[in-house]
């Protein structure tokens, strides 16, 4: 089945340095890869989607200029936190999916990444 | 604006038993609806995925049901099993580009 692989799985990091998160399909083209945010004991929230070679759209209440999110191929995608502070300090998650016309045949996530920003 | 609920937010039941998770949506309009189980710190996992043209779908001791009308879909469990202990998600994916997340269910199988 599609593979999602997300790294790192945990990072620590000092405020106020940046923080790169990798998104890669292992086995399929991902048209369309999702970033999310999970705060303890709550749902997914849907931070960012982007579509390869294009600018990612960005959730209402998203800063884009601290999370930075390149889709520069059809296998990889990238999140980076910026100026990380203390309140950065989340689960990070990634989706991947599929798109023939406007139909999404499921998601595959990665294995998401603890980002402690101390 | 789309909400889709859980309920029961957490349960607790023996091993053994058979359960049933529930997830409901407001939208109407759903292309698909795809059930997660997540672990403690880890990331999602896939159990079943319902088209919109789909009523259920079935996968080992898992069972999902979807009912457009009505706005819900079911996920059944048979023979609980301590490993089955996880948060379950559904999620309903409305169109393009539209996944909204439920508020996850808790589950605990207690051997």
């Known amino acids: 089945g599609a593979v999602v692989s997300q790294h790192p799985s945990r990072v620590i990091c000092k405020s106020g340095t940046s923080v790169k998160i990798e998104c890669r399909s292992l086995?399929?083209?991902?048209?369309?890869m999702f970033w999310y945010r999970q705060f303890p004991k709550q749902s997914l929230m849907l931070m960012a989607t982007?579509?390869?070679?294009?600018?990612?759209?960005?959730e209402q209440g998203v800063e884009k200029d601290k999370f930075l999110i390149n889709h520069a191929s059809l296998t990889l995608s990238t999140l980076t936190v910026t100026s990380a502070h203390p309140e950065d300090s989340s689960f990070y998650i990634c989706?991947?999916?599929?798109?023939?016309?406007?139909?999404?045949?499921?998601?595959?996530f990665g294995s998401g990444t603890r980002l402690t920003v101390v | 604006k789309q909400e889709v609920t859980q309920i029961p937010a957490a349960l607790s039941v023996p091993e053994g038993e058979n359960l049933v998770l529930n997830c409901s949506f407001t939208?109407?309009?759903?292309?698909?609806l795809q059930w997660f189980r997540q672990d403690p710190g880890k990331g999602l996992t896939s159990l079943l995925l319902?088209?919109?043209?789909?009523r259920e779908q079935t996968s080992g001791r898992l069972n999902a049901s979807l009912d457009k009308s009505s706005g819900r879909s079911t996920l059944y469990i048979a023979a609980s099993q301590p490993g089955d202990s996880a948060t379950y998600l559904c999620?309903?994916?409305?169109?393009?580009?539209?996944?909204?997340f439920g508020t996850g269910t808790k589950l605990q199988v207690i051997p």
């Open positions: 939208d109407s309009a759903i292309y698909n």
């Open positions: 999620a309903h994916s409305g169109g393009y580009q539209k996944v909204t």
């Open positions: 989706s991947a999916s599929q798109r023939q016309g406007i139909i999404y045949y499921g998601y595959t």
């Open positions: 086995d399929f083209q991902a048209t369309t």
């Open positions: 982007s579509n390869e070679g294009s600018k990612a759209t960005y």
């Open positions: 319902i088209q919109s043209s789909q």
